[in-house]
């Protein structure tokens, strides 16, 4: 079976500190792979998707970035964190077939 | 930009009582899923629609496309407490893009 990880769970960085939040698959290979942001019981929006190592869209334009070293990693990045960054931050993944399967999340504070 | 549009945006009900939330949109989508979040997790997937009208039953969840495949709506009956949480519909127009919905928070009060 599938199984998505994301770490951390939690994170609370200060304004202008970098950021890593990583994202692995595991069950599965070529995944679909989605960066979104979700505000406190709201809708998500997406950040980044891939379709294949070293493939990024953005969709936002804003002070973070993505990549995919490797098939089942998505790694989201900030060189500088800025306080409207702070969010719930989620993983998913697809076989192109729009049925995505979501990470257990990062909440994210910057302070 | 395609947008889905959930009402209602919260919902606050009493055990055992019956609800409807909306997906509503100007576009038409190639399918249409709904999600169950709950706090601190990540969305889990309810179902998926494809064909306009198509209805889709899960225990007390009944799930309706639309004709035009423009809208959708969930169907909770007899409401539990553990139906608490945050719904969001997510519908896929191409371009490997699926656009979510602003979600509807229901609380179920036993």
């Known amino acids: 079976s599938q199984t998505i990880h994301q770490w951390p769970a939690t994170l609370v960085q200060p304004v202008g500190s970098p950021l890593s939040l990583e994202c692995t698959v595991e069950g599965t290979s070529n995944p679909n792979l989605y960066w979104y942001r979700q505000a406190a019981g709201r809708g998500l929006q997406l950040l980044f998707y891939s379709v294949g190592i070293g493939q990024i869209s953005s969709e936002v334009p804003q002070n973070l970035s993505a990549s995919r070293p490797q098939d089942r990693q998505f790694i989201l990045s900030s060189k500088k964190l800025l306080l409207s960054d702070s969010g719930f931050y989620l993983c998913?993944?697809?076989?192109?077939?729009?049925?995505?399967?979501f990470g257990p999340g990062t909440r994210l504070t910057v302070t | 930009t395609q947008l889905l549009e959930q009402s209602p945006q919260f919902l606050s009900i009493q055990e055992g009582e019956n609800l409807t939330v909306y997906c509503n949109s100007s576009s038409v989508f190639s399918s249409l899923q709904w999600y169950r979040q709950e706090p601190g997790e990540g969305p889990v997937l309810l179902v998926t629609?494809?064909?306009?009208?198509e209805v889709k039953k899960l225990k007390r969840l009944t799930f309706q496309f639309g004709d035009a495949r423009k809208d959708s709506s969930l169907h909770i009956t007899a409401a539990q407490p553990g139906d608490t949480g945050l719904y969001l519909c997510?519908?896929?127009?191409?371009?490997?893009?699926?656009?979510f919905g602003t979600g509807t928070k229901l609380q179920v009060i036993p």
């Open positions: 998913a993944w697809d076989r192109g077939v729009y049925e995505q399967y």
């Open positions: 629609v494809v064909t306009g009208g």
């Open positions: 997510a519908g896929d127009w191409g371009y490997q893009k699926v656009t």
